[in-house]
């Protein structure tokens, strides 16, 4: 009898020692799986940017592209070449942003972000397609927004300030889309 309660004993040991220790689960694993991306030009991918300006144009990639180096329709194109120092030019409509996310879009929060600018520029909601979602006029669309709506549509209107003339003076806007206010996580 000694000896079955000495088995018993480390019987139990032995699952008490495997609880603790573990339940023989896996600690990792991977799996590969196939994923299909489509990049679309811009004027056709969910988020579409799309020229409604002289200063607005895809490039030969189907990104839009602005340029504020010549004035559109300028017959004296070799003469005026650019915006003038010490200057303030506002530019109505200049591109659109349009959205259609389906159900959920009126969650997702926008903002365009100027980087790197070597002049002032400010945007500003300027309107939008009829029969779409609108944000007001006027707002700042460096801060974020929702459309009221979907599909969603702005008209961006352009504010650039100059300080000396310099030869070139550009910079890169990032349109971003998320679904939580970055201004939330501050």
Not at 139 to 158: A, E, N, R, W, Y
Request: proline share 5%.
């Amino acid at each position: 009898m000694q000896r079955r309660k000495f088995l018993a004993t480390v019987g139990s040991l032995a699952a008490g020692s495997a609880a603790a220790i573990g339940t023989g689960a896996f600690e990792s694993a991977s799996a590969t799986r196939n994923v299909t991306v489509e990049v679309e030009e811009d004027a056709s991918a969910w988020i579409a940017l799309n020229p409604l300006s002289d200063y607005a144009s895809y490039n030969e990639d189907g990104l839009l592209e602005l340029n504020f180096g010549e004035y559109p329709g300028n017959v004296w194109a070799a003469e005026s070449q650019g915006m003038n120092g010490e200057a303030t030019f506002e530019f109505a409509d200049v591109f659109e942003v349009w959205a259609d996310l389906g159900s959920s879009a009126g969650q997702y929060y926008f903002w365009i972000e100027p980087k790197d600018f070597d002049v002032d520029v400010e945007l500003t909601a300027g309107g939008g397609q009829s029969g779409h979602a609108v944000p007001p006029e006027g707002i700042d669309l460096t801060q974020p927004f929702q459309f009221p709506g979907q599909p969603g549509s702005v008209f961006v209107d352009m504010t650039i300030t100059t300080a000396e003339p310099i030869e070139n003076a550009g910079g890169t806007l990032i349109i971003h889309a998320s679904k939580t206010n970055p201004q939330n996580n501050a």
